[in-house]
């Protein structure tokens, strides 16, 4: 399986040139096909979650053959943990997308179902790509589809959003690209070799001065993507214009292009940059945290609402990876699936109701429950997935953040559990609005219950929620050696004097710890920033991770 | 027979030989040919320009100086030849139908001038001399002066035929002066021994004026800020095909001097032109693209943008490395490509009943003619700099070599000025995809439009995957460059 990753990359680009050869007339045709491949797409790639071994190096499935010889730049495929979880979400998140458009839309359908299916290639090629001008240049390709996703199929305002999405991404991008010159050029005077080759770069030791200007580089890219206050203000208008399939992808996996990219390449190329600027970031995420969330409380329109909450949600996540610690970055990863499908969930749920009455008014709703019974059901699960309810998926990324930011500093926690609350607060206040009470608006009376087509949209969502928030510990288990590579990178005393720090013998408790992953894995917090054991931690490491 | 001047040295011509037997030959086919069949001259041009290329072949290794030091035969010069021979020929296939819609009286003038000012570029290429030089240049832009005022009952293209006649000569006096205080105070007119005259004299006011004077000269040919006045009007009033082999051949070749004259002929003066070229850089990049922002008129943006262009090929002339001329070399040929593309869409837009150049001429062309739009589509976002197309490519080596040569603040003037540049040409798309409304006749593709339509897009998706075989041969040409050590000097 020596392409393994090159077929999940371009099954979706095989399925959108086939779709060129259909008349757009047969949109029926159009549209099977563009599911089916989407479908195809997942599930070729779901083998991804049983080959990829825990143990095993820090790249797997790697593919290497040279592209551009004259700058030595190759077509460099491989991935950790971190990014088999992205895969996964991509893919399933793709299909759902497809799935959810069969009805909501009807013109223009064939260049719809291409522009997804090739912006779905792209996300998964950034995913991929351990080449950086390779990962730039996928990173850029889905900038183009998702202009025409929200500037042809989207509401009123959407050429003002799409312009702005592409403008606002499009110049954090190309503060990127220098930034990766920069390193490009860094790397080849010490080591006389031209090479994009994101694992040597890993393993370079950057003057600290060099690693200032390339953070801040790399930080326009990827913080405009997350997006961080102040450069959230793009997010907004292209989610409320996006159509839904837009929003979703948006989203559960666009969003994460920008976290990705601080843990893939920010944290560990430049890690001594990276903790000068921890306070900014936390400052930053801070205010993104409680700002999103007081913004997300005053929406009228239950997409903004949505969108808002956004901002919130993935200020927690970078707070969390800003810890700089094991467990903050690996609640880190987690919210940030848990985000894609829970925000993305909310999404598709608006869309659902965007599509039988045409209006996003919040206030235009009202006991929607007693219609659609089905349908509040699955709005209660993910709205609490979303607020971080227990044995649903949120909880546990709120946790290990919360768990993270604690150890590295607890004025930042108590920020960040203010976030939580807040979540809770506009969540449960929409839930409140659009479900219970009395239908007002006769309009809504006969409102249908969700079809066959739309519930299965929804189940891989439900599953994973309760999956994730129940039994974590596959997912965990498949960041540990993503997440020791970030650590060693960015932050190398933490792990030798928390190595230190767990020379006791082990309790009864650590030999429990050790069958269970998950404790196991939540057991490895027993040192604070400074190395010092902490009081409430009682186990310890367990021998074979030392 | 001068002394110096050997038989031999018309072997090396060959090409130049070839395309100027052409160019008469088409004269005479006009004058042979009964009227209604004078179409056929089109086919005798891409002849001639076949031939012509067939021509270069015994010279890809060819690395010798003609004439006593007149003409220099290099993979350089190759380079270079290649690019006008592609585009002169594209311009022609563009002309076809647009001469015909025009209502031109003689197309077989129209060519032969086609040809000529494409001869005066490949001279350009390859001089190494002040007056060799000087030669190719003006007949290069002679042939540019009736060219674009070929339509003669079209006001805006006599207009544009004053304007750039005047500007032109005016801008080829401030040339000439700055070239005479070289020669006079060199006492040659060969750049490469003129090189070595200069060391040692870099603070000599007089040279720097020279400097001075020269970089104006060229300002104006390349349309550098403030240079650039004649460019928007004679863009926007010259016939489509030409303002599209203007803004590119002239462009290409008006580079070729520039780097034939400051880097081979002054490299030891590189301190002061890399200065003055850094300032125009900056100003016209920003100049332009601000103000192709504003214009409703395709061609005249694209002509702003072709300004805008000019200031980032100039980055690669600041740098003044070997990675900043190859830079400059790809970008050259990428821009060739994509510029022409974008001016056959423009083309293919004239029809009997609209001119076809404003913005709303493009309203839902992609429910017209999708394949027309699709090719725009691409140009603009490989004009943008947005991969996976050729201008990418291109872009990333302009700004690599900025990086490398320590020039960050051009570089991030740069790529902040490409992000601004994709709000006009992100326009045009929106009136394509986004807008519904049409007017006129179906724009209908011709063959020989089908043709350069085929080969732009190819090319544009091609270089943007795939580019190593550009880099290499540009990488290749920009080392033959000048005498060895010139390089070395400039670093």
Not at chain 1, 256 to 264: N, P, Q
Not at chain 2, 260 to 279: C, K
Not at chain 2, 380 to 397: C, V
Request: aromatic share 12%; proline share 5%; net charge neutral.
């Amino acid at each position: 399986m020596n392409h393994y990753l090159s077929i999940i990359l371009f099954t979706p680009l095989a399925g959108a040139l086939l779709l060129l050869l259909v008349p757009k007339q047969n949109e029926n045709a159009i549209r099977w096909i563009a599911n089916i491949t989407a479908l195809a797409g997942f599930g070729i790639s779901v083998p991804l979650w049983f080959w990829y071994n825990p143990q095993g190096s820090d790249f797997q499935f790697i593919e290497r053959a040279p592209w551009i010889p004259s700058v030595g730049a190759e077509y460099f495929l491989g991935i950790d943990g971190l990014s088999t979880l992205l895969i996964l979400l991509t893919t399933m998140m793709g299909f759902i997308a497809i799935l959810s458009s069969w009805n909501a839309i009807t013109e223009r359908v064939k260049e719809y179902y291409i522009f997804l299916l090739v912006l779905q290639t792209g996300m998964l090629g950034a995913f991929m790509s351990l080449d950086f001008l390779l990962f730039f240049l996928f990173w850029e390709v889905m900038l183009v589809p998702m202009y025409f996703l929200i500037g042809i199929w989207g509401s009123a305002n959407r050429l003002y959003s799409a312009i702005k999405f592409f403008l606002y991404t499009l110049v954090g991008s190309v503060l990127m690209l220098l930034g990766i010159l920069a390193l490009y050029f860094y790397a080849h005077s010490v080591t006389g070799v031209y090479t994009f080759d994101v694992t040597q770069f890993h393993k370079l030791q950057i003057p600290f001065n060099l690693q200032w200007w390339i953070f801040l580089a790399f930080f326009f890219g990827f913080a405009v993507k997350v997006p961080m206050f102040p450069f959230h203000t793009w997010l907004p208008d292209a989610h409320t214009d996006a159509p839904t399939a837009g929003s979703v992808i948006l989203a559960a996996v666009m969003l994460k292009m920008g976290t990705y990219g601080f843990l893939r390449f920010s944290l560990p190329i430049v890690p001594e940059a990276t903790r000068y600027f921890v306070p900014m970031i936390v400052v930053l995420s801070i205010i993104g945290i409680v700002y999103g969330a007081l913004v997300a409380l005053a929406q009228k329109d239950w997409k903004r609402l949505v969108a808002y909450s956004s901002v919130s949600h993935m200020a927690m996540v970078m707070l969390g990876m800003f810890a700089l610690n094991p467990v903050g970055i690996t609640g880190s990863i987690i919210q940030q699936l848990n985000h894609g499908i829970s925000t993305g969930g909310l999404f598709l749920l608006v869309g659902v109701v965007y599509e039988r009455r045409h209006t996003r008014e919040i206030s235009e709703y009202g006991g929607l429950s007693k219609v659609m019974p089905v349908y509040a059901a699955i709005f209660l699960v993910m709205t609490m997935s979303s607020i971080g309810l227990p044995t649903l998926n949120g909880f546990i990324g709120e946790l290990l953040i919360l768990q993270g930011v604690f150890v590295a500093n607890k004025t930042w926690a108590a920020f960040a559990g203010s976030g939580v609350v807040l979540g809770a607060a506009y969540m449960l206040y929409l839930y409140q609005r659009t479900m219970f009470g009395k239908i007002e608006n006769p309009k809504n009376e006969h409102l249908s219950d969700l079809s066959h087509r739309e519930f299965a949209t929804f189940a891989p969502l439900l599953i994973l929620a309760v999956w994730m928030g129940i039994y974590p510990a596959p997912f965990l288990r498949r960041l540990e050696t993503s997440v020791q590579h970030i650590m060693m990178r960015v932050n190398p005393q933490y792990a030798a004097k928390y190595a230190e720090c767990n020379t006791a013998p082990p309790t009864a408790e650590m030999v429990a710890a050790s069958t269970n992953p998950a404790a196991r894995f939540l057991s490895t917090m027993p040192c604070d920033v400074n190395g010092n054991p902490l009081p409430a931690a009682g186990s310890g490491q367990t021998p074979e991770r030392r | 027979m001068p002394p110096g001047v050997s038989l031999s040295d018309f072997y090396y011509i060959l090409p130049e030989l070839v395309l100027t037997g052409g160019a008469l030959l088409v004269l005479i086919a006009d004058v042979l040919l009964p009227k209604e069949r004078r179409a056929a001259l089109a086919w005798v041009t891409l002849l001639a320009l076949g031939a012509t290329a067939a021509a270069l072949v015994p010279f890809a290794n060819t690395h010798v100086e003609v004439a006593h030091g007149l003409l220099a035969v290099d993979r350089f010069s190759l380079f270079f030849k290649i690019l006008f021979l592609l585009a002169a020929a594209i311009t022609v296939l563009m002309s076809i139908r647009y001469l015909e819609t025009e209502g031109a009286a003689s197309p077989g003038e129209y060519y032969f001038l086609i040809l000529c000012a494409t001869l005066g570029m490949m001279i350009m290429a390859g001089g190494i001399d002040l007056i060799t030089i000087m030669i190719g240049l003006e007949t290069m832009a002679v042939s540019f002066y009736i060219l674009a005022g070929y339509i003669k009952p079209n006001q805006r293209s006599n207009e544009a035929a004053v304007k750039y006649f005047l500007l032109g000569a005016f801008s080829l006096g401030i040339l000439l002066y700055g070239m005479s205080l070289m020669y006079g105070l060199s006492g040659t007119t060969n750049l490469r021994v003129m090189a070595s005259a200069f060391v040692g004299q870099e603070k000599d006011p007089r040279l720097m004026l020279a400097v001075i004077l020269v970089v104006a000269g060229v300002g104006f040919k390349i349309a550098a800020v403030p240079f650039h006045m004649w460019a928007p009007d004679v863009y926007e009033g010259a016939p489509t095909p030409v303002t599209a082999f203007l803004s590119v051949g002239s462009k290409a070749a008006s580079f070729a001097m520039l780097i034939r004259i400051f880097v081979e002929g002054m490299p030891s003066m590189s301190a002061d032109w890399r200065l003055l070229f850094y300032v125009l850089s900056i100003l016209t990049m920003t100049a332009g693209n601000i103000a192709a922002v504003t214009q409703s008129n395709v061609k005249r943006m694209l002509a702003y943008s072709s300004i805008a262009h000019a200031g980032y090929l100039l980055m690669g002339i600041v740098a003044g490395t070997a990675r900043g001329i190859t830079a400059t070399l790809i970008y050259l040929m990428i821009y060739s490509f994509m510029q022409l593309g974008a001016f056959a869409v423009i083309t293919l837009l004239r029809r009997k009943d609209v001119v076809g150049d404003e913005l709303k001429d493009f309203s839902g062309l992609a429910f017209r003619n999708p394949f027309a739009a699709f090719a725009m589509l691409l140009f603009m976002l490989s004009l943008g700099g947005i991969p996976p197309t050729a201008g990418f490519m291109g872009k990333f080596w302009l700004f690599s070599a900025a990086i490398d040569a320590h020039y960050y603040g051009l570089a991030v003037i740069g790529v902040l000025n490409s992000a601004i540049s994709l709000y006009y040409y992100v326009r045009i798309v929106v009136f394509m995809y986004l807008k519904k409304e049409t007017s006129g006749s179906d724009p209908v593709i011709t063959p020989a439009l089908a043709l350069v339509l085929g080969v732009t897009v190819m090319a544009t998706l091609v270089l943007g995957v795939y580019p190593q075989l550009l880099f290499r041969v540009a990488d290749v040409s920009a080392r033959t460059l000048g005498v060895a050590g010139i390089t070395a000097a400039i670093r």
